[in-house]
Structures are given as structure tokens and as C-alpha cells.
């Protein structure tokens, strides 16, 4: 089946440094892409997203890229800091069928060091 | 603004037992949905829902149902509880016109649930 997944289970970077957290998507009809955060014993929060007529959006210390040739989103943290240190999600949403439900990659634990 | 409230937040059963989890949200969504997230895993959907009074399966429904009487609730109940069913479950909405616009769906912070 079609499926979201991620490179790397686990990350750890030095505070300040720059994080980047992978995810490959199958599914090539899809047209929306979403970032989570989960930290510890918390539901996930919405970080950003980005549409499948994008390759790159901004916010404030994320940028999210999507390359749709080969089938990639990543998602970049700027300065990462401790407040950084959680689970991160990318989640796809079909365009066509499934009501728009999510399919949801299995997550890339970050870990920021002092 | 409470946004999506789950309740309980943890709860202990026994095999064989049966619960019913809560999830309210007070923005007016159409759109509610049950997720488990099991370790390692991603999001699984189980149940949703697209407006009050209707429900349907998600990627992983057997051994649960769902209701929708009113529209801030969504109920998701375990009939008979297994230990498969231990797991973290996470309630998320959306409205309507987000989800056709592509926003993304709000979470609540989760219903910790193990089965002995």
C-alpha cells in the first residue's frame, strides 16, 4: 500500500546548529504536506505545511522543501534549540478519495544537545 | 478556547472490558477523528467522522466503534478490550472548508490506554 516514511528514526544535533528531518512520500496524488510535533505525552502540533504547487515554504526558523520528482519533503529547523527536542511527523493528504484523511510517516525523534 | 479535549487521559482495563473514550472540541468542526499511534508507528486512523450523526471506518477499525450524536463529540468505545488495544489514541478535527482548503487538523493531547 501507499505509504509515508521517514530516513532516519532518530536525530541529534548541537544547540544552534541546523536540523533537517526527511520524509518519503509514495504517493504522487497526493497534494498536501504536513509537519508535526510531538513532544513527550502531548498530541501532535501543527509546525507547517505546503501544497503540492510549492517547492519551499518559509517559516519562522522552519522551511519545509518538496520535491515532487522524487517524491521527498523535508523539513529544515534553523538554530535548532532544546525546545526543539521532540518527535517529528509528516503527514500527506490524498487529493483524490480516502475523504482527505492523513497518512502519517512513523516519525523522526529529534534530540538537541546543549 | 479549549480546542479538542480528551477524556480520560489514562485509564488501566483488563481484558475483556468495556470503555468509552471522549473527545470534545468546541470549534464548531465538522470533520473528527480517532487515531492510535502505537511505538515506532505513525498515526493509524481508526474512525471518523465527516458531520454529526455520521460515521465511517478508518485504516484500523476492528474491535472499535464510534459515535457522533452531537457534533462537538466523538465517541470511540472498546467493546471487549484486547491487549492489541494498548496504545496512545489521539482525537483530531477539521472543518469543513480547512480540509477542502487544505489546513491542517487539530489534535488533543491524547487518551493513554492499557490493556492487561
Known amino acids: 500500500g501507499e505509504s509515508v516514511g521517514l530516513h532516519l528514526p532518530t536525530l541529534s544535533v548541537q544547540e544552534g546548529d541546523n536540523s533537517i528531518i526527511n520524509c518519503a512520500y509514495s504517493?504522487?496524488?497526493?497534494?498536501?504536506f504536513i509537519w508535526y510535533k510531538q513532544e513527550s505525552g502531548k498530541g501532535p502540533q501543527f509546525i507547517i505545511d505546503?501544497?503540492?504547487?510549492?517547492d519551499k515554504r518559509q517559516g519562522q526558523r522552519v522551511t519545509v522543501l518538496l520535491n515532487k520528482t522524487v517524491k521527498h519533503l523535508s523539513l529544515q529547523i534553523a538554530a535548532t534549540q532544546p525546545g526543539d527536542s521532540a518527535v517529528y511527523f509528516c503527514?500527506?493528504?490524498?487529493?483524490?478519495?480516502?475523504?482527505?484523511?492523513?497518512?502519517f510517516g512513523k516519525g523522526t525523534k529529534l534530540s538537541v544537545k546543549p | 478556547n479549549a480546542g479538542v479535549t480528551q477524556t480520560p487521559k489514562f485509564r488501566v482495563l483488563k481484558t475483556g472490558q468495556s470503555m468509552t473514550l471522549l473527545c470534545a472540541q468546541d470549534m464548531n468542526h465538522e470533520y473528527m477523528y480517532w487515531y492510535r499511534q502505537d511505538p515506532g508507528m505513525g498515526l493509524r486512523l481508526i474512525h471518523y467522522?465527516?458531520?454529526?450523526?455520521?460515521?465511517a471506518k478508518g485504516e484500523v477499525p476492528d474491535g472499535y466503534n464510534v459515535s457522533r450524536l452531537k457534533k462537538q463529540n466523538f465517541l470511540l468505545g472498546l467493546e471487549s478490550a484486547a491487549p492489541s488495544q494498548t496504545s496512545v489514541y489521539f482525537c483530531a478535527s477539521i472543518t469543513r472548508l480547512g480540509l477542502r482548503s487544505n489546513q491542517p487538523q487539530h489534535f488533543g493531547d491524547g487518551t493513554r490506554l492499557s490493556i492487561l
Open positions: 503527514a500527506e493528504k490524498l487529493l483524490l478519495g480516502s475523504q482527505g484523511n492523513l497518512i
Open positions: 505546503i501544497r503540492s504547487n510549492m
Open positions: 504517493n504522487s496524488a497526493s497534494d498536501y
Open positions: 467522522s465527516v458531520g454529526e450523526g455520521t460515521t
